[in-house]
Nanobody, 126 residues
Framework: QVQLVESGGGSVQAGGSLRLSCAVS????????MGWFRQAPGKEREGVAG???????TYADSVKGRFTVSKDNAENTLYLQMNGLKPEDTAMYYC????????????????????WGQGTQVTVSS
């Protein structure tokens, strides 16, 4: 059974921090290329950050310098540390996995990912 389970969402004031976690189990291997996405009401799902099996990372311009993606392969967990949160970061956040450890081209394109979690809500108030 394939599972990606997000946790760590919540409500914070602008300028605050949250750390999201994504527990990986089942068929998905923790060294697959993985990413974080978000979707606000009425908007399309957008890529936030990605990380490969070699630790290479990529970020959306809107979160560079504020968000950090990391993986703990021993614990089969993906993380997203979010600092300096802004009201426009409010969204449902999803973790996702490809079925290979690498990614070429736009690695924040949702269509490139094979497996998805159910999401965790992040709300940032001004």
């Amino acid at each position: 059974q394939v599972q990606l389970v997000e946790s760590g969402g919540g409500s914070v004031q602008a300028g605050g921090s949250l750390r999201l976690s994504c527990a990986v189990s089942g068929y998905i291997r923790s060294n697959y290329y993985m990413g974080w996405f978000r979707q606000a009401p009425g908007k399309e799902r957008e890529g936030v950050a990605g990380i490969g099996s070699d630790g290479t990372t990529t970020y959306a311009d809107s979160v560079k310098g504020r968000f950090t993606v990391s993986k703990d392969n021993a614990e089969n967990t993906l993380y997203l540390q979010m600092n300096g949160l802004k009201p426009e970061d409010t969204a449902m956040y999803y973790c996702a996995s490809r079925n290979v450890g690498y990614c070429a081209g736009n690695c924040l394109a949702p269509w490139k990912y094979n497996f998805w979690g159910q999401g965790t809500q992040v709300t940032v108030s001004s």
